[in-house]
């Protein structure tokens, strides 16, 4: 999170090159695949390899275009931890971002693979990323399929593409 805010806080950068930043921190430190598997649950199971990949492909590009929408929004805020658990290969960071007139909690989960630590789940004021996307995706599934969710997936992402804003 500090990186993301130094980005933000970088006057030197242009809105192209924030972004750019951004989505490389993103990348780095999200575990896409792993967000996918819990989110589609028995659903990844049924996926075909094709399905599965364009899955992970448009999931990624709807959370960083729904964060960068969110960034947008940046006015100074600050990030600061609270407190860390580590059990094994799993752990969970507690932040807050810190407004003018609240502290809101942000948490994170991670899981190790190797070396590195990487983010499966974001929880902002208890709610968590993936629970609320595996909900509204399971009844998407059901109603129209793998194809019809990941059409919708696609729909959604280049709606967020086409509003996008530059980061100041």
Same mark, same amino acid.
């Given at each position: 999170?500090?990186?993301?805010?130094?980005?933000?806080?970088?006057?030197?950068?242009?809105? /192209? !090159?924030? %972004?750019? %930043? @951004? +989505?490389?921190? =993103?990348? !780095?430190?999200?575990? *896409?695949?792993?967000? +996918?598997?819990?989110?589609?649950?028995?659903?990844? %199971?049924?996926? #075909?390899?094709?399905?599965?990949?364009? *899955?992970? !492909?448009?999931? %990624?590009?709807?959370?960083?275009? /729904?964060?960068? #929408?969110?960034?947008? #929004?940046? #006015?100074?805020?600050?990030?600061?931890?609270?407190? !860390?658990?580590?059990?094994?290969?799993?752990?969970? @960071?507690?932040? *807050?971002?810190? /407004?003018?007139?609240?502290?809101?909690?942000?948490?994170?989960?991670?899981?190790?693979?190797?070396?590195?630590?990487?983010?499966?789940? @974001?929880? =902002?004021?208890? @709610?968590s990323l993936v629970s609320n996307y595996r909900t509204s995706f399971r009844n998407l599934v059901k109603q129209?399929?793998?194809?019809?969710?990941?059409e919708q997936l696609q729909q959604k992402v280049a709606k967020l593409r086409s509003k996008q804003t530059p980061?100041?």
């Amino acid at each position: 999170m500090d990186g993301v805010v130094g980005v933000l806080n970088d006057k030197g950068l242009t809105s /192209t !090159e924030r %972004r750019d %930043r @951004v +989505s490389t921190i =993103v990348d !780095e430190t999200f575990d *896409f695949q792993a967000m +996918s598997q819990i989110i589609l649950a028995t659903n990844w %199971r049924n996926a #075909s390899k094709n399905q599965q990949a364009r *899955f992970i !492909e448009l999931f %990624r590009e709807l959370l960083e275009n /729904t964060y960068f #929408s969110a960034l947008d #929004s940046y #006015s100074g805020q600050t990030a600061r931890l609270g407190w !860390e658990r580590v059990k094994g290969k799993r752990a969970q @960071v507690q932040t *807050f971002v810190v /407004t003018s007139n609240a502290e809101i909690p942000v948490s994170y989960k991670l899981r190790q693979k190797q070396d590195d630590w990487f983010v499966y789940d @974001v929880i =902002v004021n208890g @709610v968590s990323l993936v629970s609320n996307y595996r909900t509204s995706f399971r009844n998407l599934v059901k109603q129209k399929g793998m194809d019809g969710l990941l059409e919708q997936l696609q729909q959604k992402v280049a709606k967020l593409r086409s509003k996008q804003t530059p980061v100041q």
